[in-house]
């Protein structure tokens, strides 16, 4: 198992910038596959940015050319940069662990990102 704990988020103006980390309490090089998911009030949670073992990135076709996803393999953190945030942005912002070979699958608690002015 694995615990995530998401940080980082807060009110921010539009066009502003958040960077939101997710520190695990293991190692996650090469088993896990991470995600970032958010859930906007009253909208099902969607997938916005992946990263694998092999350090390949995806995005959300609303986060492309904003939002960076990467990860620090020694500090078992992974972190969402987010750029050139509109109130579309706002939700909560979920980390996730795919355990690649056993298929585990684990959540951080979330952290808010607002947006607005």
């Known amino acids: 198992q694995v615990q995530l704990v998401e940080s980082g988020g807060g009110l921010v103006q539009p066009g502003g910038s958040l960077r939101l980390s997710c520190a695990a309490s293991?190692?996650?090089?090469?088993?896990?596959?991470m995600h970032w998911y958010r859930q906007a009030p009253g909208k099902q949670r969607e997938l916005v940015a992946t990263i694998t073992r092999g350090g390949d990135r995806s995005y959300s076709d609303s986060v492309k050319g904003r939002f960076t996803i990467s990860r620090d393999n020694a500090k078992n953190t992974v972190f969402l940069q987010m750029n050139s945030l509109n109130p579309a942005d706002t939700g909560v912002y979920y980390c996730?662990?795919?355990?690649?070979?056993?298929?585990?699958?684990?959540w951080g608690q979330g952290t808010q990102v607002t947006v607005s002015s």
């Open positions: 996730n662990a795919f355990h690649i070979i056993t298929r585990g699958d684990y």
């Open positions: 293991r190692a996650l090089a090469g088993i896990y596959e």
